[in-house]
């Protein structure tokens, strides 16, 4: 079939009517055609030509041209695309490298093979352009609740169709008891749009956390309105979950708001989510309260945070204990995820003995270091002194002021605390000078003699040594694995060494080494406080 021959406007009619079907710019359609008739007319006419087809957007008429470009002499290698600028001074007057030179060629003939191969070029670049579309489309919406209708199930996977295109819902990511059969109606949260060699990929999920958040946004208008705010949301899918909300309207109760009246709102979600049990409660700056608030129904006796750590203790009755950390551990874990703090739950018969053993523990050291009867030492301990260097180098009113304690007692304490911990550095220093430390540690200002003993035990024998070390290293730190937090121990933390105080340390070493130029690392220290001001301003 010559293009001639055929009804010019049926390429434009049926580019229109590909593109109103498939949802996509008419003009890709068309590129697409002029792209498909110009292999069929290399076919025709030779693959080496350069053949190339204009569709006019008006008409429909199919122009076929052969181009060729102008090269240098030596560097002609296709000689049906290309020629010499001698060659080309028959066409053009002045003839430059570069130039094109565009000749009409008579429109081809396609036969059965030549049509076949251009609707498959045609179809290729549709779907191309569909699959540029969907991603376009969906890729904005991630994060966002979206309806579909479920179309079959692959190896546990659902596969959603979400009107203009289709959407995976994993089997890790479904409610473990729902099961769904073709055509069955399905609410999910997109949780990823990807770019894949097979087309975009929809990622939908009905497990994660932000699924319940965008269905309370959904059932409560302060939130939508943004008077009231999700802050944390912790889930046991299909099971239990946590949310915690607070309010910017002092006029309005953001956990009744949230549950509405009669439980409307929340149980419209629960509906959603199989049964899923939500708890949903006031957020609080105040890490403590809100703790307190997220371990409900449990009652809590007292909580205790180590910041650094980025660890919370919580003392409860002993009665409270089981329901503190719910069927297993579901309570406490929830909790964990709501706060971003590992908890321990402790009853307050075990925090009354671990504190029964801190105390036994500072008297024994008081009885055999300061030479003090049971009674003496347990005084001391009550008061608050925790070792021998707060008795030793605490201002002598101090002591003082605790009941029975005169100025020779108290002068005599000290003198026995200074000569205890004397005697303890020289055998720390004999020790490390045992191991090989070298003097340059030894002498470095800021490191005691028993932290330099630690240092050697640990191999760490110069300063050299001492300034390759990082700062968690000395400290001691957390890290996070496959999940959970897991402690890194320091090799100078039961020093009481801060992660600040380690960075510095090291820091003077590599200056003393001349590793590291002061007055660079103070200019990089102005432009961090220019950053930070202009960020503020």
């Known amino acids: 079939m010559a293009i001639t021959s055929a009804n010019q406007l049926e390429l434009l009619q049926t580019a229109e009517a590909v593109a109103r079907e498939k949802m996509i710019d008419p003009g890709l359609v068309i590129e697409a055609m002029e792209e498909s008739l110009a292999r069929a007319a290399k076919s025709r006419y030779g693959a080496e030509m350069d053949i190339r087809v204009a569709i006019d957007r008006k008409t429909g008429r199919a122009t076929f041209t052969r181009v060729r470009t102008v090269v240098e002499d030596d560097a002609v290698e296709n000689y049906q695309a290309e020629l010499t600028v001698a060659q080309a001074k028959q066409?053009?007057?002045?003839?430059?490298?570069?130039?094109?030179?565009?000749?009409?060629?008579?429109?081809?003939?396609?036969?059965?093979?030549a049509a076949q191969s251009a609707k498959q070029v045609i179809l290729q670049k549709v779907r191309e352009a569909e699959r540029d579309r969907q991603y376009e489309e969906f890729k904005d919406r991630a994060g966002t609740i979206i309806n579909g209708i479920v179309k079959r199930e692959e190896y546990g996977n659902i596969i959603v169709d979400i009107g203009r295109g289709e959407a995976v819902l994993r089997r890790n990511e479904k409610i473990g008891r729902e099961s769904y059969r073709p055509n069955d109606r399905i609410r999910c949260y997109i949780k990823d749009v990807r770019r894949e060699a097979r087309g975009p990929q929809v990622f939908l999920s009905r497990t994660d956390p932000q699924f319940m958040a965008e269905l309370f946004k959904m059932e409560v208008p302060e939130i939508y309105d943004g008077i009231i705010e999700i802050k944390a949301v912790a889930r046991?899918?299909?099971?239990?979950?946590?949310?915690?909300?607070?309010?910017?309207?002092?006029?309005?109760?953001?956990?009744?708001?949230?549950?509405?009246?009669?439980?409307?709102?929340?149980?419209?979600?629960?509906?959603?989510?199989?049964?899923?049990?939500?708890?949903?409660?006031?957020?609080?700056?105040?890490?403590?309260?809100?703790?307190?608030?997220?371990?409900?129904?449990?009652?809590?006796?007292?909580?205790?945070?180590?910041?650094?750590?980025?660890?919370?203790?919580?003392?409860v009755p002993d009665e409270q204990l089981s329901l503190a950390i719910g069927r297993r551990g579901q309570n406490v874990r929830l909790a964990s995820q709501l706060t971003g703090l590992d908890i321990d739950i402790l009853t307050e018969e075990e925090e009354s003995q671990r504190r029964q053993a801190e105390f036994a523990e500072r008297t024994?050291?008081?009885?055999?270091?300061?030479?003090?009867?049971?009674?003496?030492?347990?005084?001391?301990?009550?008061?608050?002194?925790?070792?021998?260097?707060?008795?030793?180098?605490?201002?002598?009113?101090?002591?003082?002021?605790?009941?029975?304690?005169?100025?020779?007692?108290?002068?005599?304490?000290?003198?026995?605390?200074?000569?205890?911990?004397?005697?303890?550095?020289?055998?720390?220093?004999?020790?490390?000078?045992?191991?090989?430390?070298?003097?340059?540690?030894?002498?470095?200002?800021?490191?005691?003699?028993?932290?330099?003993?630690?240092?050697?035990?640990?191999?760490?024998?110069?300063?050299?040594?001492?300034?390759?070390?990082?700062?968690?290293?000395?400290?001691?730190?957390?890290?996070?694995?496959?999940?959970?937090?897991?402690?890194d121990d320091g090799i100078l933390e039961k020093f009481d060494v801060s992660l600040e105080e380690a960075q510095t340390l090291v820091m003077t070493a590599r200056i003393q080494l001349g590793w590291v130029d002061p007055a660079e690392l103070a200019a990089e220290a102005d432009e961090g406080e220019e950053t930070e001001e202009g960020a503020e301003a």
């Open 91 to 113: 066409y053009l007057d002045d003839p430059k490298v570069g130039d094109e030179i565009v000749d009409e060629v008579p429109p081809v003939d396609l036969g059965r093979i």
């Open 236 to 315: 046991d899918p299909g099971s239990r979950a946590k949310i915690g909300v607070i309010s910017y309207d002092n006029s309005i109760d953001p956990v009744g708001a949230c549950v509405g009246m009669r439980g409307s709102r929340v149980q419209a979600v629960v509906n959603e989510l199989q049964g899923e049990k939500i708890d949903i409660i006031p957020w609080n700056e105040d890490q403590a309260t809100f703790l307190v608030n997220a371990l409900q129904p449990a009652e809590v006796a007292k909580v205790v945070i180590d910041e650094e750590a980025g660890k919370i203790e919580v003392v």
């Open 364 to 487: 024994k050291l008081f009885v055999e270091a300061l030479d003090l009867d049971e009674f003496f030492a347990q005084l001391l301990v009550s008061e608050g002194f925790t070792s021998l260097e707060e008795v030793a180098y605490i201002e002598l009113d101090e002591l003082l002021s605790i009941e029975g304690v005169d100025e020779g007692t108290a002068e005599e304490l000290q003198a026995r605390a200074r000569d205890v911990i004397e005697e303890q550095n020289r055998k720390a220093l004999e020790n490390a000078r045992a191991l090989g430390v070298e003097d340059s540690l030894i002498n470095f200002e800021g490191l005691t003699p028993q932290m330099i003993e630690a240092l050697a035990n640990d191999g760490v024998k110069t300063i050299e040594d001492f300034a390759t070390c990082a700062d968690w290293e000395l400290a001691g730190g957390w890290t996070t694995v496959n999940g959970e937090r897991v402690k």
